[in-house]
Structures are given as structure tokens and as C-alpha cells.
């Protein structure tokens, strides 16, 4: 079993920054490959950036790319998203999620392990 508990989340003005942190516990792998997913009210949950287990290839959302930037540190078990230029339709849940494999896998129904999620608000 994998424990994730993701912190960082708030309410931010439009063109702010925030980094969320998730930090895992139990049965960790720095093998695991690591992303954040996010959801919206009303919407369904959607990828946002998944890094692999070794670190080799970060997979990023259109909509995110060039904004927000994903990394890990194995050392401490914990993976980053910081988030920049925000906007209003950034809003949303954010959730970490650990799959049980290395590769990146974009489908958020493959992930076996979830956060408890964070809350980013984006005020225009």
C-alpha cells in the first residue's frame, strides 16, 4: 500500500504561482511513475503531468504545458507541481496519484494510488 497526502493548495490571483508537494509513504518505490491529475466541478478528472519512475519523461496537459512544472525528488518521497501564470480555468482539485508501474500512463483509471486531493482556486 502506497499513502499519498498532497499540501500546498489555495486561493490565488490570476497570473500567481503555487506549488502543490505530495509526499508519499508505505510500500514506495522511486520506481513508481507519479502525476497530477485535476478535477473540476462537473467535469471528470483529467491528467495534468505524470513523470516516469526514473525521471526520464514528463508528460504534460496542452493545456498546462510551458506553465506548470513537474519534478521529484526520490530522495524524500515526495513529487512537485509548480504552477505559474495561473488562470481561472486552473481551478480546480488537485490530486497526486502513484502508478504501479515506471512508464507514464496518461489514463487516470490506470492509478492504483490516490491523494486525499487540494483545493487551487484561481480568482480573475
Known amino acids: 500500500q502506497v499513502q499519498l497526502v498532497e499540501s500546498g493548495g489555495g486561493l490565488v490571483q490570476a497570473g500567481g504561482s503555487l506549488r502543490l508537494s505530495c509526499a508519499a509513504s508505505?510500500?514506495?518505490?522511486?520506481?513508481?511513475?507519479m502525476g497530477w491529475f485535476r478535477q473540476a466541478p462537473g467535469k471528470e478528472r483529467e491528467n495534468v503531468a505524470i513523470?516516469?519512475?526514473?525521471?526520464?519523461?514528463?508528460y504534460y496537459a496542452d493545456s498546462v504545458k510551458g506553465r506548470f512544472t513537474i519534478s521529484k525528488d526520490n530522495a524524500k518521497n515526495t513529487v512537485y507541481l509548480q504552477m505559474s501564470s495561473l488562470k481561472p480555468e486552473d481551478t480546480a482539485v488537485y490530486y497526486c496519484?502513484?502508478?504501479?508501474?515506471?512508464?507514464?500512463?496518461?489514463?487516470?483509471?490506470?492509478?492504483?494510488?490516490w491523494g486525499q486531493g487540494t483545493q487551487v482556486t484561481v480568482s480573475s
Open positions: 496519484a502513484a502508478d504501479a508501474v515506471s512508464w507514464v500512463r496518461t489514463d487516470p483509471r490506470d492509478y492504483a494510488y
Open positions: 508505505g510500500s514506495t518505490s522511486t520506481w513508481y511513475a
Open positions: 513523470i516516469s519512475g526514473n525521471g526520464g519523461y514528463i
